[in-house]
């Protein structure tokens, strides 16, 4: 089997334009010439029977709509070809869109316990009812089936606990089972999905080194990016993600790990690389791509 990859949403928490946001790209939809828009967080594999997504993010009913492939197929009344959902985090970009899919269709909702924990706390989830949506608990370095031809491993990456759960005090790159990798094998080919990174480790070095296919976060260009722009007092540390440029970002980080195609996701809306300027022309010179809705990837 193939294994296909449509991205649903390249976007961050807020997505692009962001409601509230007069930053240059958002401000281009209010004002001037717009750039192409962007949904929030989330990625659809598959390719044989049914599709997995990973991540369900506010913007799902839009994303279903946009993708053939997510349709209720011919012959049942109700139906959708969606068999799993599984999650890398607790925020609200990657779990929302769960409300949006409450009317008595089964699936699968696979997370780690942590990260279960934080829907299970959250009474208003109760709005999936159990009798159709199955809650499945899944192991850190655990190999499990994820949807008919693909099988996925969970794998800590340094973040954070969503933000609706932060304390006084947050450690932004804990390595545990509240942020996760997700490694996707099809047919012995390997495929890496880490939207939320804060920071690159040995361990994750070793494990991503010489990949088909990547997909990793692109939060922010700079770290200081939401502040350099006014529009927030947080760095990209601070929220739990890596920056793409210069020292230390993920650019140079992933430079010498040699993975055949690496494409940014989870890009907040402030990043500069949604424009066609010198922050974009220099992560595509470095071999990333900049992923956007709708992009299809195979294996
Ligand atoms: C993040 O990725 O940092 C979160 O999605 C932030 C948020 O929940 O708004
Ligand atoms: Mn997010």
Sequence with gaps: MTLRALILGAAAGGGLPQWNCNAPNSASFWRGTPLT???????????????????????????IIATPALHPRVGALRDTPIHSILLTNGDVDHIAGLLTLRE?????????????????????????????????????????????????TLFA??????????????????????????????????????PGCARMVPSLEDRIRGAALLFFDGTVWTDDEMIREGVG??????????????????????????????????????????????ERAEAEAQGWEIGYDSMEVTL
């Design 157 to 194: 990456v340094p973040g954070k606990v969503p933000l609706f759960m932060e304390g006084d005090v947050v450690e932004t790159d804990l390595m545990g089972e509240q942020t996760v990798g997700v490694e996707l094998t099809s047919d012995g080919k390997t495929a890496f999905y880490i």
């Design 233 to 278: 007092q947080k760095t990209g540390a601070r929220m739990g993600h890596m920056y793409m440029s210069g020292p230390g970002g993920s650019i140079e980080a992933l430079a010498p790990l040699d993975i055949a195609r690496k494409i940014y996701v989870h890009i907040n809306n402030t990043n500069p690389v949604w424009r066609h300027g010198p």
């Design 37 to 63: 828009p962007a949904t929030q967080s989330s990625l659809a594999v598959g390719g044989g029977e049914g599709w997995a997504l990973l991540n369900c993010s506010p913007d799902i009913r839009q994303q």
């Design 104 to 152: 008595g269709t089964p699936f699968r909702l696979l997370a780690t316990n942590e990260i279960l924990n934080v829907i299970a706390e959250n009474p208003i989830f109760n709005a999936l009812d159990p009798a159709f949506v199955t809650r499945e608990v899944v192991a850190l370095e655990t190999p499990f089936a994820l949807v008919p031809g693909v099988t996925a």
